[in-house]
Structure formats: C-alpha cells, structure tokens
C-alpha cells in the first residue's frame, strides 16, 4: 500500500523519509493554495508562481497580470491580492496570471525540483485526493506554514487529506501524519472556530479579511486540480 508523510514546514523537505518516486502535494489554506483553486474554479488558464517581487516585477513590466502579497498585504503594483475572492470569472477566465506569495508559492517553488506539484485545499479536497490517489504512488503533504514555522490551519489540512487518502487505502508512515490525523479530529466539527486561535487568523482580522474564512474551510467546491508543472499551475483535470 502507497504511504503518507508530512512536513509541516518547507524547512522539514529536505529530510524526508519518503523514497523517490511519490507524488507531492503542498497546502497554504489561508490563502494560496485555496486562490489557485478558486482562480481555476472560474477558468483562469495558467498561473505561474514566482518566489520573489522583483521576479513579479519584471513580469508586471511585460504586461502580465500580476497576484502579489507579502506579509498579508497585497502589494502596491500588484493587480490581486491573495485572497479567493479577487480571482473572479470575469477577471481571470482565460488569462494567465503572476502569482508571488509570503509562503505559498515559495515553498511550490521550493519542493518542486522540476517535479509536479499538486494544489490542494479544502475546497478541493476530494477531487485531490482521488487524483493523488490515481498516481500509485508514495505521496509527500508539504504544509506551507508562516515563513518556516509550523501553522495551525495547513496542519489540520494535512489530518483531513491524510483521513480522506486512509479512505481509499494510503497509510501513514510518520508520526507528523498521525499527528495531524488528530489535530483534524478535534477541528472537523467547526474547522473556522479551531482555526480562531490561529496566529494567521489574527493576521487576517487585523488586514480586515475575515469574509474570505468560511469559504477556505468549506469542503469540495470544485473538482479543479491545480498541478505546478515546474514552470506553470494548470488543472490537470483538464488534461486527464
């Protein structure tokens, strides 16, 4: 049987256990990875993720549409945010998009070596899952955390796809997968109550971005599966 392990940080990539080849899949619910979903949920083409601002920069200079944040805050030459709620269907239908991120799209960009990433959130939690599981292999969860430090929201993310692969026959192979198996055993009756003792929820209140909370915890959305390719994201849906 294929097995899973965690890293709740990018930091803890580097010194997995999971032998080559598996499947990697990277979570940032508040709010990169439940963006890409919601970007192509209303049919964006591409995005291409960036790890720097200057990269964001230059690309904005070549006249691309660009999604840019950092430290919460969407940035001054940047035409989104970060949050699902700006990638609406008339903005993003058919356009390819920039996108540079505090945590989330470095640590896509970090993990990837070249190598598909899969986009996971709640929002598209099953359809993940059964393209994960369709690949056969080992699986890697990447948790994008807050700059290399462990975060409550990706965590209980990681329990709820590791519970939903269990499922359909994967197992756990370390115990950071056992212990967000139990992290999202207390938080699946009221993932956004849980989540109210999160730092970054605290950084959102403050940002005044409380509306977007429901939506990140809400399951299964969208059947989209965002994939980085290790150049660009594009629902692998799409391509099956």
């Known amino acids: 049987m294929n097995t899973i392990e965690i890293c709740f940080t990018p930091a803890l990539y580097d010194y997995i256990m999971t032998e080559p080849p598996f499947t990697v899949a990277t979570v940032d619910i508040l709010r990169a990875t439940t963006s890409i979903c919601a970007a192509f949920d209303n049919q964006v083409k591409e995005i291409i993720p960036?790890?720097?601002?200057?990269?964001?920069?230059?690309?904005?200079?070549?006249?691309?549409?660009?999604?840019?944040?950092?430290n919460g805050v969407q940035l001054d030459f940047a035409d989104f945010g970060n949050s699902p709620d700006n990638f609406t269907k008339e903005q993003?239908?058919?356009?390819s998009i920039i996108y540079s991120t505090?945590?989330?799209?470095?640590?896509i960009?970090?993990?990837?070596?070249?190598?598909p990433v899969v986009i996971a959130s709640f929002i598209n939690l099953k359809a993940a899952a059964?393209?994960?599981?369709s690949k056969k292999q080992n699986l890697v969860i990447v948790c994008a955390g807050w700059k290399n430090k462990f975060n409550l929201e990706d965590s209980i993310f990681a329990g709820a796809l590791t519970s939903e692969l269990i499922e359909m026959g994967m197992i756990m192979n370390c115990d950071s997968a056992q212990a967000a198996v139990d992290l999202w055993s207390i938080a699946k009756s009221?993932?956004?109550?849980?989540?109210?003792?999160a730092m970054h929820r605290e950084r959102l209140k403050k940002l005044n971005l409380d509306s977007i909370l429901d939506y990140c915890f809400t399951q299964n959305i969208t059947d989209v599966v965002p994939v980085f390719d290790g150049f660009k994201i594009i629902n692998a849906k799409l391509n099956e």
Do not use: D
């Open 190 to 197: 009221n993932p956004v109550e849980y989540i109210q003792k």
């Open 102 to 107: 505090t945590n989330g799209t470095q640590t």
């Open 50 to 70: 960036v790890a720097t601002t200057q990269e964001a920069l230059e690309y904005k200079n070549k006249g691309y549409l660009i999604a840019a944040e950092r």
């Open 109 to 115: 960009k970090r993990i990837s070596n070249g190598n």
């Open 130 to 133: 059964e393209y994960i599981l």
């Open 92 to 95: 993003v239908r058919g356009r």
